[in-house]
């Protein structure tokens, strides 16, 4: 069994009880993400697990699918082309196949040769590789809404999965923006939410970052700005890298300006 897949799945679980007692009105909400709704939130989701789906079972479907992406893509944009996808799929009745499908397809990727390569958008990469994408995507699209309903999120330690991925992808943040790495990465010591200690990297107390895993992973994601977390931060590649940190594929994105993502009050 993937140990990623099993923590996908718990992941999309906790979301799912958060939105189950909404009705179909509250999905319009706007959240503080590009003037997304929770509609949009899930229907990108949805669309993507789809496709991270479809690349384990069936390859060339997969490329059919890019295909069609790139084609809508070329006349209007991703949104419309998953909007498009989902027609007609808004509220609960769109929570419930998304729901229904994370089970599906977190037992497909629990059951796989976690080595075993996929295609992408971009590079191959392993079958562990790609759920714990998806975990991610869940977990830092999901923020948005807990953050729209103002509701603060209890985090358990399987956003490790998240804190591993920022770490790795430390010459990537500089990479997409065609920087050069430093040659060292800094040293990372973090707080998870069960209380025991997350470290990696060469201890070093001129270059460094530590506080609580959540916040970390929230700066990694983007979905908050360094400025509103009470992350430690010493040392000029440090800050370099958690001023600009992204964890996910794609072009280079900013992180949201300070203040700007928050939990609302309610």
């Given at each position: ?21 909404l ?8 959240t ?5 709704t ?82 992408w ?63 060292k ?82």
């Open positions: 069994m993937i140990q990623q897949a099993i923590d996908f799945r718990e992941e999309s679980e906790a979301l799912y009880e958060l939105l189950e007692p009705g179909d009105q509250d999905f319009k909400q706007v503080q993400f590009k003037g997304w929770i509609n949009d939130v899930l229907t990108h989701l949805h669309v993507w697990n789809w496709a991270a789906d479809l690349t384990l079972t069936d390859p060339p479907a997969f490329e059919e699918f890019l295909q069609q992406v790139a084609s809508y893509v070329a006349k209007g944009s991703l949104r419309d082309f998953e909007n498009e996808r989902m027609k007609g799929f808004q509220g609960t009745r769109l929570l419930q196949e998304w729901h229904r499908f994370c089970l599906a397809m977190s037992e497909r990727y629990a059951a796989a040769d976690p080595k075993g390569r996929v295609k958008a971009g590079p191959d990469m392993s079958v562990r590789s790609k759920i714990t994408a998806r975990l991610m995507e869940t977990w830092a699209h999901g923020q948005e809404i807990y953050d729209c309903l103002g509701i603060k999120r209890i985090d358990k330690d399987r956003i490790k999965n998240i804190a591993v991925l920022g770490v790795k992808t430390f010459g990537w943040s500089f990479a997409c923006r065609g920087l050069e790495p430093p040659a990465a800094p040293y990372v010591r973090l707080t998870a939410p069960s209380g025991d200690t997350w470290e990696w990297n060469e201890p070093s107390e001129e270059d460094r970052v530590e506080g609580l895993a959540t916040e970390f992973c929230q700066v990694v994601t983007q979905v908050r700005n360094l400025a509103d977390t009470d992350l430690i931060v010493k040392g000029e590649t440090a800050a370099r890298w958690m001023n600009m940190a992204q964890c996910f594929a794609g072009p280079p994105e900013d992180p949201p300006a300070p203040g700007t993502r928050f939990t609302a009050s309610r």
